[in-house]
């Protein structure tokens, strides 16, 4: 497994929640990170990146509420989401991508549910 993410659950509308994306320090010292959400009948879409540079990006509809983070001592990155709404249930899978190392990693995927 290149990639281990965790951090999921059910939470309520307006909750807080972080998840948790860990891999290898060859891995992780030339990737750029991201998250990605699959939500039912849809198809995968960006949530935010992060680059060994610490530049980030978020997708319009998470700006403001989700931020991405990366700690290189322990070769993980994070997605702390913050304000969730129902229509932020989705899995998550976290990404690891690299054209220097010419890979792109995917997680295993961890669900998270918005629902009161």
């Known amino acids: 497994v290149q990639l281990q993410a965790s951090g999921g659950g059910l939470v309520q509308p307006g909750e807080a929640l972080r998840l948790s994306c860990a891999t290898s320090?060859?891995?992780?010292?030339?990737?750029?990170m991201g998250w990605y959400r699959q939500a039912p009948g849809k198809q995968r879409e960006l949530v935010a990146t992060?680059?060994?540079?610490?530049?980030?990006n978020y997708a319009h509809s998470v700006a403001g509420r989700f931020t991405i983070s990366r700690e290189n001592a322990k070769n993980t990155a994070y997605l702390r989401m913050n304000s969730l709404k129902p229509g932020d249930t989705a899995v998550y899978f976290c990404n690891a991508r690299s054209e220097v190392g010419g890979w792109n990693y995917w997680g295993q995927g961890t669900l998270v549910t918005v629902s009161s």
């Open positions: 992060i680059t060994q540079f610490n530049n980030a």
């Open positions: 320090r060859d891995i992780f010292s030339i990737s750029t």
